[in-house]
């Protein structure tokens, strides 16, 4: 409770507003005003009425302060011991399950990517009885299937220096070290085994002609360990999982609800115990139980409306797990991938990613000259009639050492950072120049040596070239040329940032486990591993390191508890509230029926979103989002119009549901974001940067995890703070130069 | 531009569809086909009319759950691209385009443009898949070399993304493209080698199952695929069944 605050009833809000109690009562139900509910009866908090009356008011960080605890409230049960022997120690110490008490134990999973997918057959293959939940209609469409690039394993298949310790070290620096140390050296060391279970089960990776795997560097990294699949690394690693879930479909292991969206979490006894879905083919609202929950749920990027997330990627699932008690670990760390197909209109729903790998071989740069800047946007010049002298290839001028293989987040700020004065390309000034002339003459050349083909013409040569880059890169040129219908062999691609992943995440520890007993989260839905900033080729990683090779093992640990259990009856008072609760949650949006389609509030909020919370923030900025996303979310309230019925097939209803959790975790983002007065990685604080233009962190304030919990209104989340020790690792400022 | 749209409505599966005209407006050509939908069905819900359903997600051609037939042709008139990716640069002012759901007894129809796609799930259930558990103590990945032809070859079947789009074309309604795909990826690889047999029969008897019908060679899958999975593929699967059968 609010030590300042002062509870009020119902009869004296009124007395204080001058209207009836039914009138307030109204305010109440609608949201607007927020009550506790004390014994049965409504309690309104001084300081909720307040912003009821002046919602305008900006957030005050005075205000939070007064709620901050200086103890962590959870362990985060990093075994002890040198680094190197963490792991391993603790997979011998931990809890087993015997095979035939495995039967007796019944786990959910909420997503089927890859972190869902692969927890879900391995849970299966242990032999617990798994449900597996996706809202798209199969299993295998899940959105890690639109990986491009690649995964990070440290194999040192190519003899030049990798190991896991390097593999570890760059993950902490890539993300600016704000991520545990334990963490991300076990996700080193299983890294390597990723790559053997996938090759396994028949994944077909690129090969030498030797016949075998080839390798390619990623951004932020000086060793190539990257395997791929051409530019579909996501899809064929997601179809390798799918097809291990297949496999224990056939069997009976996995039950898959396919077209199904979890709406609540259900807590019985402080533990996770079960989830209330709803069937949207029919809209039949569901209880399901079990004796642990894991959430592989991922990210929110879909909070900023243009993302490279797909549609239906959502934060209901993880939402809801905040709501029920689990903490909110980092929102603000955003990634804005660098490589995306630029916006061309009002009418975008999307954005698309061209995979980072292109940055092996295309130099960014944007014309030095603002007269060519002007001429290209009028449609007088051509990009490739502009000479190499009067290009500005702005990643290799600024950071010499790493070039156009920068991290993410530093070629993400140094292209808005040309765009902002004014060199940006496109008739929106929002885009710079992929360009892959080089590369291909480059290629053409080794291939004519190659061949022994002497007096070739340039022609010639660089169709030679072109053919070596096709092989590499051909479905990413594919894919442009198909969208801007433009061709990036002939002339340099426009890309420009846009939102792509969600560091931020809920809070586990070691286990994977959330501050919810019971609740696990793998994948990216999770915070862990990649800190203020993600390398490229780690998110499939991670998602596939906690799903396999994590999660199997340390849910056992819990499990061992309730071997004796038996099954979890949903036919309880706990299932019946929550079950009651996304009901009346279902008609109050049903009945609203006001005159504006969910979309217009969806992207109202993605504007705010990526204007004051986007590439870089500042305090002005993210107190004006905190009141904006509050006026959108009451406007959505009020004006939001769903047609159809709630017992239907309704694609509607579903992304209104969606938007409503995504217009309460904009504000703690905002809040998140206005609390880390540092800039760090995917972070960008204007008022904390160097000389120099470059993101200034502070270690002194803020190496430590903002692990938000839910008070019960969402704009007075109360912040824990998990500090982040390095005792392996020295902490510098990160320099590419 | 300015178009007409007809397009099937259906409200359940129960009840009968019909075609629908639809008139919309100030269609830009860089909008994709998804988008032109979107503009109709904001529309249609500020008009107070049910939007209609369609199933889309990644919207970048690699989910594969979009799934519109559009002037006669799964994913319309492009090649090599699926619905999501389709721009209304493809067509012209004052044109009218005609949208249906795939049409497959073993693909029934859910609402309006979407289907039930999930016997493509029971056929991978029954086999679509290397019998190894996750241990993270398989062989080094490196241990067995692969021929660069053959990882190429499985790959190129691999990147199936399990659309429907050979079966709507198909006049026979045969999946005989998507689940050869699968066995044909499998069965090039060293690891898919050793339960080849088994899974071959077991996944083209499911297939049979699920009221597929059968391939006789027109092609049309080929064309309409949007990854240009290649027919060699059903020939492989012919091969890799027969081989089975004999042996069996």
Redesign the interface.
Same mark, same amino acid.
Request: hydrophobic content about 35%.
């Given at each position: 409770m609010d030590k300042k605050g002062q509870l009020l009833s119902i009869s004296q809000v009124a007395l204080i507003l001058n209207v009836s109690e039914k009138t307030v009562r109204r305010h109440i139900q609608s949201g607007k005003l927020i009550s506790k509910k004390i014994g049965g009866v409504h309690r309104i908090n001084k300081s909720d009425l307040d912003h009821f009356l002046n919602p305008e008011k900006s957030f005050s960080l005075n205000d939070l302060k007064a709620e901050i605890d200086n103890s962590f409230p959870r362990e985060n049960q990093e075994p002890d011991g040198p680094l190197v022997d963490k792991w391993s120690t603790h997979k011998s110490k931990i809890k087993l399950v015997n095979p035939a008490n495995k039967r007796l134990i019944d786990i959910i999973v909420v997503g089927s990517g890859l972190a869902g997918g692969a927890a879900s057959a391995s849970l299966a293959e242990l032999g617990y009885n798994v449900k597996t939940f996706c809202f798209q209609d199969s299993p295998r469409r899940a959105h890690s299937i639109a990986a491009q690039g690649g995964i990070n394993a440290a194999k040192n298949y190519q003899g030049d220096g990798d190991s896991v310790y390097r593999l570890f070290y760059d993950t902490i620096k890539g993300g600016d070290y704000r991520s545990r140390e334990s963490n991300v050296h076990r996700l080193a060391e299983v890294s390597a085994n990723i790559i053997d279970q996938c090759v396994a089960q028949g994944v077909p990776f690129a090969r030498e002609y030797g016949g075998l795997l080839d390798n390619r560097s990623f951004g932020g990294v000086l060793v190539s360990r990257t395997f791929y699949a051409k530019g579909q690394t996501g899809q064929q690693l997601l179809l390798g999982a799918y097809s291990a879930m297949s496999r224990q479909i056939g069997k009976g292991k996995i039950k898959m609800y396919s077209r199904h969206e979890m709406l609540d979490l259900v807590i019985v006894d402080g533990k996770a115990r079960g989830i209330i879905a709803r069937n949207l083919v029919t809209g039949e609202i569901q209880k399901h139980s079990a004796h642990a929950v894991v959430l592989g749920s991922g990210g929110y990027g879909n909070v900023f409306f243009l993302s490279t997330n797909a549609m239906g990627s959502n934060v209901t699932a993880a939402w809801k797990a905040h709501l029920k008690g689990a903490y909110m670990a980092n929102p603000c760390f955003t990634q804005i991938h660098p490589t995306c197909i630029p916006v061309s209109g009002d009418h975008q729903s999307k954005l698309t990613l061209m995979s980072e790998s292109l940055r092996n071989d295309g130099r960014i740069w944007v014309p030095k000259n603002m007269e060519d800047v002007l001429a290209i946007r009028e449609g007088k010049l051509k990009p490739t009639e502009i000479s190499a002298e009067n290009r500005d290839y702005y990643l290799e001028r600024r950071y010499p050492s790493f070039g156009n293989l920068v991290p993410r987040d530093v070629a993400s700020r140094a292209a808005k950072e040309r765009c902002d004065a004014g060199y940006g390309v496109n008739k929106t000034g929002e885009a710079v120049y992929l360009d892959f002339a080089s590369a291909i003459e480059r290629y053409g050349n080794e291939k004519a040596q190659v061949l022994n083909l002497d007096n070739l013409s340039k022609e010639e040569i660089l169709s030679l070239g072109r053919k070596v880059i096709e092989n590499k890169y051909g479905n990413l040129f594919q894919m442009y040329y198909k969208i801007v219908d433009d061709d990036p062999y002939f002339t340099p691609m426009q890309i420009y940032p846009a939102v792509h992943y969600t560091m931020g995440g809920l809070w586990v520890d070691y286990n994977l486990m959330s501050s919810i007993p019971g609740c696990y989260v793998a994948g990216e839905a999770n915070f862990s591993d990649h800190g203020a900033n993600r390398l490229g080729a780690s998110a499939l990683m991670q998602g596939l390191a906690d799903g396999y090779f994590v999660l199997p093992y340390t849910i056992g640990d819990y499990l061992a508890d309730d071997i004796r259990t038996g099954p979890i009856s949903t036919e309880t008072k706990e299932f019946d509230d929550a079950l009651e609760d996304v009901k009346s949650k279902i008609s109050k949006l049903m009945k609203i029926q006001g005159e504006r389609s969910v979309d217009y509030f969806h992207r109202k909020l993605g504007k705010v979103m990526w204007n004051n919370v986007g590439m870089a923030r500042n305090a002005e900025g993210l107190n004006t989002a905190i009141t904006e996303i509050q006026k959108i979310r009451t406007e959505f309230y009020s004006n939001v119009r769903i047609p159809g019925e709630s017992n239907e097939l309704n694609p509607e209803l579903e992304k209104a549901l969606r938007v409503a959790d995504f217009l309460e975790l904009g504000e703690l983002m905002a809040i998140d974001a206005l609390n880390r007065s540092e800039s760090c990685g995917g972070h960008f604080r204007e008022e904390s940067q160097t000389d120099e233009g470059e993101a200034l962190r502070d270690d002194e304030n803020f190496t430590y995890v903002a692990a938000w919990e839910y008070s019960g209104n969402p704009s007075k989340p109360k912040l824990n703070k998990e500090n982040l020790e390095y005792k392996n690792i020295k902490l510098v400022q990160r320099s590419y130069k | 531009m300015n178009l007409t749209l007809k397009i099937w409505r259906q409200k359940?599966p129960n009840e009968k569809g019909k075609i629908v005209s639809y008139p919309v407006k100030d269609i /830009?050509g860089?909008?994709?086909f998804?988008?032109m939908m979107?503009?109709l069905?904001?529309e249609?819900?500020?008009k @107070?009319?049910?939007?209609v359903?369609f199933?889309? /997600?990644? &919207?970048?051609?690699?989910? @594969?759950?979009c799934s519109m037939y559009i002037n006669g042709e799964a994913h319309g008139p /492009?090649r @090599?691209?699926t619905t999501c #990716?389709l721009?209304m &640069?493809k067509f012209k002012d004052g044109d009218t385009i005609y949208i249906e759901p795939w049409r497959a007894k073993a693909f029934p129809i859910?609402?309006d443009l979407?289907v039930? &796609?999930?016997a493509? /799930?029971r056929v991978?259930?029954?086999?679509?898949?290397?019998?190894?558990?996750?241990?993270?103590?398989?062989?080094?990945?490196?241990a067995?070399?692969?021929?660069?032809e053959d990882?190429?070859k499985?790959?190129e079947a691999?990147?199936c993304?399990?659309c429907g789009a050979c079966v709507a074309s198909c006049k026979n309604a045969s999946a005989m493209l998507f689940v050869s795909a699968k066995v044909s #990826?499998?069965a090039l690889?060293p #690891?898919?080698k050793v339960e080849a047999k088994e899974r071959v029969i077991k996944m083209v008897n499911t297939m049979d199952e699920e009221g597929f019908g059968n391939c006789t060679n027109t092609g049309a899958c080929e064309v309409e695929c949007p990854k240009g999975i290649s027919l060699e593929n059903i020939a492989r699967m012919n091969r890799e069944y027969l081989k089975a059968m004999i042996l069996k």
């Amino acid at each position: 409770m609010d030590k300042k605050g002062q509870l009020l009833s119902i009869s004296q809000v009124a007395l204080i507003l001058n209207v009836s109690e039914k009138t307030v009562r109204r305010h109440i139900q609608s949201g607007k005003l927020i009550s506790k509910k004390i014994g049965g009866v409504h309690r309104i908090n001084k300081s909720d009425l307040d912003h009821f009356l002046n919602p305008e008011k900006s957030f005050s960080l005075n205000d939070l302060k007064a709620e901050i605890d200086n103890s962590f409230p959870r362990e985060n049960q990093e075994p002890d011991g040198p680094l190197v022997d963490k792991w391993s120690t603790h997979k011998s110490k931990i809890k087993l399950v015997n095979p035939a008490n495995k039967r007796l134990i019944d786990i959910i999973v909420v997503g089927s990517g890859l972190a869902g997918g692969a927890a879900s057959a391995s849970l299966a293959e242990l032999g617990y009885n798994v449900k597996t939940f996706c809202f798209q209609d199969s299993p295998r469409r899940a959105h890690s299937i639109a990986a491009q690039g690649g995964i990070n394993a440290a194999k040192n298949y190519q003899g030049d220096g990798d190991s896991v310790y390097r593999l570890f070290y760059d993950t902490i620096k890539g993300g600016d070290y704000r991520s545990r140390e334990s963490n991300v050296h076990r996700l080193a060391e299983v890294s390597a085994n990723i790559i053997d279970q996938c090759v396994a089960q028949g994944v077909p990776f690129a090969r030498e002609y030797g016949g075998l795997l080839d390798n390619r560097s990623f951004g932020g990294v000086l060793v190539s360990r990257t395997f791929y699949a051409k530019g579909q690394t996501g899809q064929q690693l997601l179809l390798g999982a799918y097809s291990a879930m297949s496999r224990q479909i056939g069997k009976g292991k996995i039950k898959m609800y396919s077209r199904h969206e979890m709406l609540d979490l259900v807590i019985v006894d402080g533990k996770a115990r079960g989830i209330i879905a709803r069937n949207l083919v029919t809209g039949e609202i569901q209880k399901h139980s079990a004796h642990a929950v894991v959430l592989g749920s991922g990210g929110y990027g879909n909070v900023f409306f243009l993302s490279t997330n797909a549609m239906g990627s959502n934060v209901t699932a993880a939402w809801k797990a905040h709501l029920k008690g689990a903490y909110m670990a980092n929102p603000c760390f955003t990634q804005i991938h660098p490589t995306c197909i630029p916006v061309s209109g009002d009418h975008q729903s999307k954005l698309t990613l061209m995979s980072e790998s292109l940055r092996n071989d295309g130099r960014i740069w944007v014309p030095k000259n603002m007269e060519d800047v002007l001429a290209i946007r009028e449609g007088k010049l051509k990009p490739t009639e502009i000479s190499a002298e009067n290009r500005d290839y702005y990643l290799e001028r600024r950071y010499p050492s790493f070039g156009n293989l920068v991290p993410r987040d530093v070629a993400s700020r140094a292209a808005k950072e040309r765009c902002d004065a004014g060199y940006g390309v496109n008739k929106t000034g929002e885009a710079v120049y992929l360009d892959f002339a080089s590369a291909i003459e480059r290629y053409g050349n080794e291939k004519a040596q190659v061949l022994n083909l002497d007096n070739l013409s340039k022609e010639e040569i660089l169709s030679l070239g072109r053919k070596v880059i096709e092989n590499k890169y051909g479905n990413l040129f594919q894919m442009y040329y198909k969208i801007v219908d433009d061709d990036p062999y002939f002339t340099p691609m426009q890309i420009y940032p846009a939102v792509h992943y969600t560091m931020g995440g809920l809070w586990v520890d070691y286990n994977l486990m959330s501050s919810i007993p019971g609740c696990y989260v793998a994948g990216e839905a999770n915070f862990s591993d990649h800190g203020a900033n993600r390398l490229g080729a780690s998110a499939l990683m991670q998602g596939l390191a906690d799903g396999y090779f994590v999660l199997p093992y340390t849910i056992g640990d819990y499990l061992a508890d309730d071997i004796r259990t038996g099954p979890i009856s949903t036919e309880t008072k706990e299932f019946d509230d929550a079950l009651e609760d996304v009901k009346s949650k279902i008609s109050k949006l049903m009945k609203i029926q006001g005159e504006r389609s969910v979309d217009y509030f969806h992207r109202k909020l993605g504007k705010v979103m990526w204007n004051n919370v986007g590439m870089a923030r500042n305090a002005e900025g993210l107190n004006t989002a905190i009141t904006e996303i509050q006026k959108i979310r009451t406007e959505f309230y009020s004006n939001v119009r769903i047609p159809g019925e709630s017992n239907e097939l309704n694609p509607e209803l579903e992304k209104a549901l969606r938007v409503a959790d995504f217009l309460e975790l904009g504000e703690l983002m905002a809040i998140d974001a206005l609390n880390r007065s540092e800039s760090c990685g995917g972070h960008f604080r204007e008022e904390s940067q160097t000389d120099e233009g470059e993101a200034l962190r502070d270690d002194e304030n803020f190496t430590y995890v903002a692990a938000w919990e839910y008070s019960g209104n969402p704009s007075k989340p109360k912040l824990n703070k998990e500090n982040l020790e390095y005792k392996n690792i020295k902490l510098v400022q990160r320099s590419y130069k | 531009m300015n178009l007409t749209l007809k397009i099937w409505r259906q409200k359940n599966p129960n009840e009968k569809g019909k075609i629908v005209s639809y008139p919309v407006k100030d269609i /830009d050509g860089d909008m994709s086909f998804l988008e032109m939908m979107d503009v109709l069905n904001v529309e249609l819900i500020e008009k @107070g009319e049910n939007p209609v359903a369609f199933d889309h /997600d990644c &919207r970048e051609g690699i989910c @594969g759950m979009c799934s519109m037939y559009i002037n006669g042709e799964a994913h319309g008139p /492009d090649r @090599g691209v699926t619905t999501c #990716q389709l721009h209304m &640069r493809k067509f012209k002012d004052g044109d009218t385009i005609y949208i249906e759901p795939w049409r497959a007894k073993a693909f029934p129809i859910i609402k309006d443009l979407m289907v039930d &796609r999930s016997a493509f /799930d029971r056929v991978m259930n029954a086999g679509g898949f290397v019998s190894v558990n996750t241990s993270g103590n398989t062989i080094d990945a490196n241990a067995t070399p692969i021929p660069k032809e053959d990882a190429d070859k499985a790959f190129e079947a691999a990147t199936c993304i399990g659309c429907g789009a050979c079966v709507a074309s198909c006049k026979n309604a045969s999946a005989m493209l998507f689940v050869s795909a699968k066995v044909s #990826q499998l069965a090039l690889l060293p #690891q898919g080698k050793v339960e080849a047999k088994e899974r071959v029969i077991k996944m083209v008897n499911t297939m049979d199952e699920e009221g597929f019908g059968n391939c006789t060679n027109t092609g049309a899958c080929e064309v309409e695929c949007p990854k240009g999975i290649s027919l060699e593929n059903i020939a492989r699967m012919n091969r890799e069944y027969l081989k089975a059968m004999i042996l069996k």
